[in-house]
């Protein structure tokens, strides 16, 4: 891990065109700013982390049969395309 100081104004540069600048300093945090190509993705952590949890949830709900089908009781489901 690099660990930097800077102050608001400052910037690094990552490979790849991407631009974090310190926009703002206070008691209560660090505000940045981000510029990143279009086909970059950023996403705060905390959301991943969130996401992950609620599919690891679901499955486990669906390992143990918590969860119904969503298909009503006694109505054959759809085939597949190419199924017959």
């Not at 905390?46 to 969503?70: C, F, T, Y």
Request: net charge negative; with cysteine; proline share 10%.
């Amino acid at each position: 891990m690099l660990i930097l100081s800077r102050r608001p104004g400052d910037a690094i540069l990552i490979d790849g065109g991407i631009r974090v600048v310190v926009v703002e300093c206070d008691q209560r945090g660090v505000r940045l700013g981000i510029e990143a190509p279009a086909e970059v993705g950023i996403v705060r952590e905390e959301i991943v982390n969130q996401i992950a949890d609620e599919n690891r949830r679901a499955l486990d709900a669906a390992a143990h049969g918590w969860v119904d089908s969503p298909w009503p009781k006694g109505i054959p489901p759809l085939p597949r395309p190419g199924e017959s």
